[in-house]
T-cell receptor, first 114, second 113 residues
Framework: ETGVTQSPTHLIKTRGQQVTLRCSSQ?????VSWYQQALGQGPQFIFQ???????GRGNFPPRFSGLQFPNYSSELNVNALELDDSALYLC?????????????FGSGTRLTVV | AQSVAQPEDQVNVAEGNPLTVKCTYS??????LFWYVQYPNRGLQFLLK??????LVKGSYGFEAEFNKSQTSFHLKKPSALVSDSALYFC???????????FGAGTRLAVHP
């Protein structure tokens, strides 16, 4: 079975620009979550998508938005980039089981905002 | 709100010695607890989880974790550390009815030859 793949692996953007990060979920997983991991910190939950709808959101402003497609792949969009948005962005896919089955994480996209 | 705490920024252990990475949690209701490992420039790799059942959970790469309800702890353990175990370890708890994970700040494990 394939794992979670994210693209691009690295990205440099200028403050005020917009960015789109992409994620392909693991085969059989229909739920995708996005996390932001700032340097030296644990991952912070941004939001989750299930059946192409956002069904949970963390403490992130509306300029963080997402999409999920019929094939369960997903995008994270960030508008009006700020320097503090520099981080590793992780995508995780899972099955929506009540017991919280294991989550499979991608290797992440390292975003640097200058 | 759910939370986890990893009280140690770094743990140092000699190769071959047992290791423990500590985690305490605060949840309402039954906790769903996880351990993940992160190698440099990589995503998170699942090690093990506690949902219900035996308090001693066995996971990948020889790791195990002990769930202690009275102490609200979920410490990660391994009987004999390897240099290749050196990495960043995260404890996490699931929050809510969907798959949101709340992570601790992480503990860097350094295993010395």
């Amino acid at each position: 079975e394939t794992g979670v793949t994210q693209s691009p692996t690295h990205l440099i953007k200028t403050r005020g620009q917009q960015v789109t990060l992409r994620c392909s979920s693991q085969s059989g997983h229909n739920t995708v979550s996005w996390y932001q991991q700032a340097l030296g910190q644990g991952p912070q939950f941004i939001f989750q998508y299930y059946r192409e709808e956002e069904n949970g959101r963390g403490n992130f402003p509306p300029r963080f938005s997402g999409l999920q497609f019929p094939n369960y792949s997903s995008e994270l969009n960030v508008n009006a980039l700020e320097l503090d948005d520099s981080a590793l962005y992780l995508c995780a896919s899972s099955r929506p089981t009540p017991s919280g089955d294991g989550y499979t994480f991608g290797s992440g996209t390292r975003l640097t905002v200058v | 709100a759910q939370s986890v705490a990893q009280p140690e920024d770094q743990v140092n252990v000699a190769e071959g010695n047992p290791l423990t990475v500590k985690c305490t949690y605060s949840v309402s209701g039954n906790p769903y607890l996880f351990w993940y490992v992160q190698y440099p420039n990589r995503g998170l790799q699942f090690l093990l989880k506690y949902i219900t059942g035996d308090n001693l959970v066995k996971g990948s790469y020889g790791f195990e974790a002990e769930f202690n309800k009275s102490q609200t702890s979920f410490h990660l353990k391994k009987p004999s550390a390897l240099v290749s175990d050196s990495a960043l370890y995260f404890c996490a708890v699931r929050e809510g009815g969907y798959n949101k994970l709340i992570f601790g700040a992480g503990t860097r494990l350094a295993v010395h030859p």
